[in-house]
Structures are given as C-alpha cells and as structure tokens.
C-alpha cells in the first residue's frame, strides 16, 4: 500500500510541478518583451531563441520536479517513519 501512495504522492506533484514550471516560463517569456508565444519546434523560430525557451524550460521544470519530490518525501518519511521504498532501493 505505502508503494502505491508513493507513486502517486510522488509522481503527481512531480507532474503538477512540471506542468507549473512551463506555464510560469512562458509567462516570464512573453513578459519579457517577447510577445508571441514561442514553439521551439517551428522552422520559422530562430534557433537561437528556440533554443534559449527550451533549455529554460527543462531547467526550470527539473528543478521543480526534484523540489517537490524530494518535498514528497520528506512528508512520506514524517508520515511512516521512513523513506518510500524506491528512495531506499536507490530507484527514485
């Protein structure tokens, strides 16, 4: 049972922190005096813009991610008395 409310303890702040981290850079992007919203993947993009969105992104939503699962898990081990298994096993 813990295992189960690991994975979705774990993985859904994982994923709503990820999905939060995008909408604030795109946010912070089109502030910035860029007002079109930027899709890295189109050709008429310049590449270095694409490339400046992108790389703000995958740090902005990894961050976020390693921020609330390891938040996760501190309030898995205060609510069990340990870290999730995975955490223990070395697999997180």
Same mark, same amino acid.
């Given at each position: 049972?813990?295992?189960? *409310?690991?994975? /979705?303890?774990?993985?859904?702040?994982? /994923?709503?922190?990820?999905?939060?981290a995008n909408k604030v850079v795109t946010e912070l992007w089109k502030h910035s005096g860029r007002d079109e919203i930027l899709d890295p993947r189109d050709p008429r993009t310049p590449a270095k813009e694409a490339i400046l969105f992108a790389a703000l992104t995958g740090l902005a939503v990894?961050?976020?991610? /390693? *921020? /609330?699962?390891?938040?996760?898990a501190s309030y898995?081990?205060?609510?069990?008395?340990?870290?999730?298994?995975?955490m223990q096993e070395g697999q997180a």
């Amino acid at each position: 049972m813990e295992t189960m *409310v690991w994975r /979705v303890l774990g993985t859904g702040s994982a /994923v709503a922190a990820g999905i939060l981290a995008n909408k604030v850079v795109t946010e912070l992007w089109k502030h910035s005096g860029r007002d079109e919203i930027l899709d890295p993947r189109d050709p008429r993009t310049p590449a270095k813009e694409a490339i400046l969105f992108a790389a703000l992104t995958g740090l902005a939503v990894g961050a976020a991610r /390693v *921020v /609330v699962t390891r938040k996760a898990a501190s309030y898995f081990a205060k609510s069990t008395g340990h870290l999730p298994k995975p955490m223990q096993e070395g697999q997180a």
